[in-house]
């Protein structure tokens, strides 16, 4: 679907709220977290939304990561922000941790045959240190790559027809979601073993081929600070120049007109209503 003037103003302001709770909640428990993405350079140059962005993403460190599902999950806030990440009962067709607006309604292309949370979304992705051997680099990127293939169950899109090949015969050999889990999680133990504190940079494993081969100075990530963003302020990388040229290029250079677009890929969005009203309707069929 492609949003409305409307609707995006409503996203926008679904995803304002989900992140104001989702920075409080990580200042009252002492853990690491900025904006990356968008929400980055929005912060950076628009002080606000990029006016055709459609969500808000976070990084964080991998082992205040790892503390956020633990303390999220057991909190009232989970009642409304419903946290999710792969397990061993769950199949979320993510890699990485979403925090999910109960009260709302947004069910993406590869989730419509879920019984999960259907609601808008703010994605969360570790960062991970990053060792300096290019031998290791390359294994570590191996892994992340069969960490995202069975967590996912996506196989890449546009990187030719050997990746395609391979990938499918890899879910053909493991067709057990209990087997594909087990194989992620060791996959994510060893891409996430150079400790974020030790390693002169760090990497974002998570967020797709784009961005995997990247690797960013950790000294722009040793600490937040708050910008304003839209009606108050956000945390950014105190780095975040040297982030964004690395991630973005030209940041502050505006894309073509035709690119001024959202990015995200919808069946259905609702910003008023509960998913659980639309099971059976635009989900679960």
């Known amino acids: 679907m492609t949003y409305s003037k409307e609707e995006l103003k409503e996203l926008q302001k679904v995803n304002l709220e989900m992140a104001k709770h989702f920075v409080s909640f990580c200042k009252q428990n002492k853990l690491l977290c900025y904006f990356t993405g968008g929400g980055c350079i929005g912060t950076v140059r628009n002080q606000g939304f990029i006016p055709w962005d459609d969500d808000l993403d976070f990084f964080m460190p991998r082992d205040d990561y790892n503390k956020l599902f633990e303390l999220w999950k057991n909190t009232a806030l989970n009642d409304r922000y419903a946290i999710s990440k792969v397990n061993k009962l769950c199949f979320d067709g993510n890699q990485f941790i979403t925090i999910r607006d109960t009260s709302t309604t947004m069910i993406k292309p590869y989730q419509k045959d879920l019984d999960i949370v259907q609601g808008v979304n703010l994605d969360i992705f570790p960062l991970d240190g990053c060792p300096d ?36 015969l890899l879910l053909a050999i493991i067709p057990s979601f209990k087997m594909r889990y087990n194989i992620g999680a060791f996959a994510e133990k060893q ?95």
């Open 133 to 168: 051997n290019k031998f290791l680099f390359m294994i570590q990127t191996l892994f992340a790559k069969i960490n995202a293939l069975y967590w996912t169950g996506h196989i890449p899109v546009n990187h030719g027809k050997i990746v395609k090949w391979a990938g499918t």
């Open 191 to 285: 891409m996430s073993k150079y400790p974020f504190s030790k390693c002169k940079y760090v990497r974002d494993l998570c967020a797709g081929p784009a961005y995997m081969y990247k690797k960013y100075p950790r000294r722009a990530f040793n600490e937040a600070i708050w910008l304003p963003f839209e009606d108050t302020e956000m945390p950014v990388p105190k780095g975040y120049d040297e982030f964004l040229k690395v991630a973005f290029g030209d940041y502050m250079q505006l894309p073509p007109e035709e690119k001024r677009v959202s990015h995200h890929d919808c069946i259905f969005l609702d910003t008023h209503n509960s998913y659980k009203e639309y099971k059976g309707i635009y989900y679960c069929k």
